[in-house]
C-alpha cells in the first residue's frame, strides 16, 4: 500500500490549519486525522471528515472508506476545550450521522484510544478494527456529560443495553480484546497490521449488498425489552456510585430512550440532555478538574524535559500503615522495594497487612493471585538499616517527630549511594529542617502520601528550599509511574491539604463548643458531598492518637472522651456510638461532655443553620488557601483544588474549594468571614489576596 498515489486534493481549503489529508489505494478512500496530541475532535478534524466523507462519496472509483489517525491515537474525544463556547458546524453528531448515511462501507481503523466523541465517530461506521492494545470507552460521565453525538443510541444497539450501561456510566474504556468479544470491535488486527487490516477488511466488503448500520440495529435491544426492571436495578446498585451527580442519572434515562423509543427520538433526548449538562454547574467543574490534574504536573520554572534520574530500587523506612501502603504503590508498578524496620515483630506485621490488602483486592478481582504473588515477590523486608544503601530512592514514613526525623535522615546520608534521592513522607514538617540534617540538601524533599497510602491518589511534593530541578521531576514521574496524582507544594506547616484541613478543624472545634452539635457539623460536610466529617474522621482514626493516659488532665473535650473510655470506632465509642456493625448514632455522653466545656469557657449557646456551619467551617479553608497562593506554597489555585479532590475525597462536582469558591462567588466567601469575624477569633486574619480577588470581581482559577 506504502507506494500508493496520494489524492489530489487532500489539503484543500485548509492550508496550513490542515489536519484532515487524504489519499487513495485502488479502490479504498483513506481519511487521516492527524491533529496532535490526542486527535481531539475540534473544529477543523469535524468539517475535514465531513468533507472528505462527501468527497469519497462523489468519486466513482472509491469503493470502501478508512478512518484513521496518525500520532499516538485514534480520536480521544470532542475538543473540550470548545465546550461553553458557541459550536462552530458541523457539529459531531451531524458528522456521524454523515459517516452512517455513506452508501460506501466505512471502516475505522483504532489504535491508542478510541474515547468520548472518538468512539461515537467509530459506531457511526460500519467496521471497526483495532489493535489489542486499543482501549475504548465513552468517559464523558466524567466530564459531567453524557456522550453527545449518538453514543447513548448507537452503543447499546452494537453491545446491548446492559454492557453500554456499564460503560457509560462507569466512563471507564475497555480494551480492545473485551470489545472483540462485546461485539463492539469487528476485527482485531495485529499490533503492527492495523492499516493492512483494515485494507483486507475493506476489500472484503466493498462489494457487498448492504453494510451493518448500527443506529437500526434490533437485534442487541432484545434482552433489555424484555427486562424492563433493568434500569432501576441498575440505579439501585450504583447509588452509592453515583450519589450528588447529575449525568450519571442522564445516561441511564438516555440508554433507556434507546430501548424503548426510535433512533431518532433517543437522539433529540440525548441531545438535550447534552446541552442541559453542558451548561451546568457540574460539568464545567468537571471539566476544570480534568485541565486541573494535567496542569498540576507543570511545575513554574521547570523545563518539560528536565531530566530525571531513573529509579530501580526504592527503600521505604517504617513498616507501619503508611510505610506499608507507600511501599506497595512501587510493587504494583513493578519496583521493587527493600522496606527496614527496627523491630521483626513489626516487620512481620506490616508484610502480613500488604498482603492482606493484595489478597482483599484480588477478591474483588483487581489482582490475580499471580500478580500479588509477583508484587509481593518483589519485597525485601529486613531489619538492616544499611540495606537502603542501593537504593535509588528512600521515603521515609515513621512517626511525626522532628527529632527521630533528623537522627534517621543524619543515618540515611551516611549509607545512601550518591545520587539517591531522599524522602520523609512527613505530613506537618519542615523538609528544609530535616535536609540540612544532609550533606545532600539538594536531593531531599517531601513525598506526602495520603492514607491508606495504597489507595488514595494525592501525593503532595514538598520542594525545599534546595530541591534540584531534576529531584522534583523525579518525584513527579515516579508520582504519575505509581498511578498518583502529583501536586508540588512548598515548605510550610501541613503543606497544601493539611495546614487548610487545620483551618477548618479549628472552627469544628470551635462550633461544637458554641452549641452546634457533632453531628450537626459532619452532616454539614457530608450533606455538601465530602465523604465524611471531622468528629466521624476521627473517630475512625482513633481519638487516642498522640493521647497520653499518664499525662492526660481532662483539658479537652477529646481527652476527657478518652479518659471515659471514647476512643472511637474501635472501642465502639467516641464522638458518636457505634453498633456492631459500625452503625453510628449521636451520642447523649458526649453531648454533655461538650456541654460542661462550654459551660466552664462560658461560651454561649448558639444557634446555627447548616449553611452557617458550612460557611464556619469551608470560608476559612478557601482563606487558607488564598495565604497558600498568596505565599507561593502552591503554584496556582487548581493545584489546591486537585489536592482536595484527591486528598480528602471533596466532592468532584463542584471541583475543588477554589474552584467552588468562583462559583459562588469570592466575594460572598469575603462578605461571608466578615460577618462570622467575631467567632473566627482573634487571631483571624482575611488574606489581602482573597480581598483584592473578591473587590476586583475576579476568580481564583482565572
Ligand atoms: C466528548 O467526546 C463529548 C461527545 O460525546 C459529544 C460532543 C458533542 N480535548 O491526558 P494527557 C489534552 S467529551 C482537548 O496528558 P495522556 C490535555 O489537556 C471528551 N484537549 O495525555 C493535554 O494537554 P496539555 C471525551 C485534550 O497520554 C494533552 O491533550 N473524551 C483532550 O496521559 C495530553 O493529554 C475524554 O474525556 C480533549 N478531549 O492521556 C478523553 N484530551 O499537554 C480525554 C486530552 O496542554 N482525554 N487533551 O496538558 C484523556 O482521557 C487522555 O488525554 C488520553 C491521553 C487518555 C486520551
Excluded at 549511594?417 to 517531601?446: C, F, M
Amino acid at each position: 500500500m506504502g507506494n500508493c498515489p496520494v489524492l489530489a486534493g487532500s489539503n484543500e481549503g485548509y492550508g496550513a490549519m490542515t489536519v484532515i489529508t487524504t489519499r487513495k489505494t485502488g479502490h479504498i478512500f483513506w481519511i487521516t486525522s492527524n491533529n496532535p496530541p490526542v486527535n481531539a475532535l475540534g473544529h477543523a478534524v469535524r468539517s475535514g471528515l465531513a468533507d472528505a466523507i462527501a468527497k469519497a462519496n462523489g468519486d466513482k472509483g472509491v469503493k470502501a472508506i478508512i478512518i484513521n489517525c496518525d500520532g499516538r491515537t485514534f480520536f480521544a474525544g470532542a475538543d473540550i476545550t470548545e465546550f461553553g463556547k458557541p459550536l462552530q458546524a458541523p457539529g459531531l453528531p451531524e458528522v456521524c450521522d454523515t459517516i452512517e448515511a455513506s452508501p460506501k462501507p466505512v471502516i475505522a481503523a483504532i489504535h491508542g484510544t478510541a474515547l468520548g466523541g472518538g468512539l461515537e465517530i467509530a459506531l457511526a461506521c460500519h467496521y471497526r478494527v483495532a489493535v489489542p492494545s486499543a482501549k475504548l470507552g465513552l468517559p464523558e460521565v466524567k466530564l459531567g456529560l453524557l456522550p453527545g453525538a449518538g453514543g447513548t443510541q448507537r452503543l447499546p444497539r452494537v453491545i446491548g443495553a446492559e454492557a453500554a450501561l456499564g460503560m457509560i456510566v462507569s466512563g471507564n474504556p475497555v480494551g480492545a480484546k473485551q470489545a472483540h468479544a462485546s461485539g463492539l470491535v469487528d476485527r482485531l488486527a495485529p499490533e503492527d497490521g492495523l492499516r493492512d487490516a483494515a485494507a483486507d477488511l475493506a476489500d472484503e466488503v466493498m462489494d457487498a449488498s448492504s453494510h451493518p448500520v448500527s443506529s437500526q440495529r434490533e437485534d442487541m435491544l432484545a434482552a433489555a425489552r424484555e427486562d424492563p426492571d433493568l434500569f432501576n436495578r441498575f440505579r439501585q446498585d450504583n447509588a452509592r456510585k453515583i450519589k450528588g451527580l447529575d449525568a450519571p442519572e442522564a445516561c441511564i434515562v438516555a440508554v433507556e430512550a434507546a430501548v424503548n423509543v426510535p433512533f431518532e427520538r433517543g437522539t433529540a433526548l440525548e441531545r438535550e440532555l447534552f446541552m442541559e449538562l453542558v451548561g451546568g454547574e457540574q460539568s464545567k467543574a468537571m471539566r476544570h478538574v480534568f485541565f486541573a490534574e494535567r496542569a498540576a504536573q507543570k511545575i513554574d520554572g521547570l523545563p518539560k524535559d528536565t531530566a530525571t534520574y531513573t529509579l530501580a530500587k526504592v527503600g521505604i523506612l517504617g513498616a507501619g500503615t503508611m510505610g506499608g501502603g507507600i511501599a506497595m504503590n512501587f510493587l504494583t508498578a513493578g519496583i521493587p522495594v527493600t522496606m527496614v524496620e527496627r523491630e521483626q515483630a513489626a516487620l512481620d506485621r506490616g508484610t502480613a497487612i500488604m498482603r492482606k490488602n493484595y489478597e482483599r483486592s484480588a477478591a474483588k478481582g483487581k489482582f490475580t493471585v499471580e500478580q500479588v504473588d509477583a508484587a509481593m515477590s518483589r519485597l525485601n523486608p529486613t531489619l538492616d538499616f544499611e540495606a537502603l544503601g542501593d537504593c535509588d530512592l528512600v521515603i521515609e514514613a515513621v512517626f511525626e517527630s522532628m527529632e527521630l526525623k533528623k537522627e534517621i535522615f543524619h543515618r540515611l546520608d551516611q549509607i545512601a549511594k550518591p545520587g539517591a534521592i531522599l524522602a520523609s513522607n512527613t505530613s506537618y514538617l519542615d523538609i528544609d529542617e530535616i535536609a540540612a540534617q544532609t550533606r545532600r540538601p539538594d536531593h531531599v524533599l517531601g513525598m506526602h502520601f495520603f492514607s491508606p497510602a495504597n489507595v488514595m491518589r494525592l501525593l503532595e511534593v514538598v520542594r525545599g528550599k534546595q530541591t534540584a530541578p531534576a529531584v522534583l521531576a523525579t518525584a513527579m514521574a515516579v508520582g504519575k509511574r505509581i498511578g498518583k496524582v502529583a501536586v508540588v507544594s512548598g515548605v510550610c506547616h501541613g503543606f497544601i491539604g493539611n495546614r487548610m484541613l487545620a483551618a477548618r478543624q479549628e472552627q469544628a472545634n470551635a462550633l461544637i463548643l458554641e452549641g452546634a452539635t457533632p453531628w450537626q457539623v459532619d452532616d454539614a460536610l457530608t450533606n455538601f458531598g465530602m465523604p465524611m466529617g471531622p468528629f466521624q474522621m476521627a473517630d475512625l482514626a482513633g481519638l487516642d492518637i498522640g493521647w497520653n493516659p499518664d499525662t492526660t488532665s481532662s483539658s479537652s473535650v477529646r481527652e476527657v472522651l478518652c479518659e471515659r473510655g471514647r476512643r472511637g470506632q474501635k472501642t465502639g465509642k467516641g464522638f458518636y456510638d457505634y453498633a456492631a456493625d459500625r452503625t453510628r448514632t449521636p451520642s447523649k455522653e458526649t453531648e454533655d461532655i461538650i456541654a460542661g466545656f462550654a459551660a466552664r469557657a462560658g461560651i454561649p449557646k448558639g444557634d446555627y443553620t447548616e449553611g452557617e456551619i458550612r460557611e464556619r467551617l469551608i470560608y476559612p479553608m478557601i482563606n487558607e488557601g488564598a495565604k497558600i497562593l498568596e505565599e507561593g506554597i502552591a503554584q496556582r489555585a487548581s493545584d489546591i483544588d486537585v489536592v482536595w479532590l484527591y486528598g480528602y475525597g471533596w466532592p468532584v462536582w463542584t471541583g475543588g474549594p477554589m474552584f467552588w469558591a468562583d462559583t459562588i462567588g469570592v466575594n460572598r466567601v469575603l462578605s461571608g468571614l466578615e460577618r462570622h469575624r467575631k467567632a473566627l477569633g482573634p487571631d483571624f486574619r482575611i488574606s489581602p489576596l482573597l480581598k483584592t480577588i473578591a473587590e476586583d470581581g475576579r476568580r481564583f482559577n482565572a
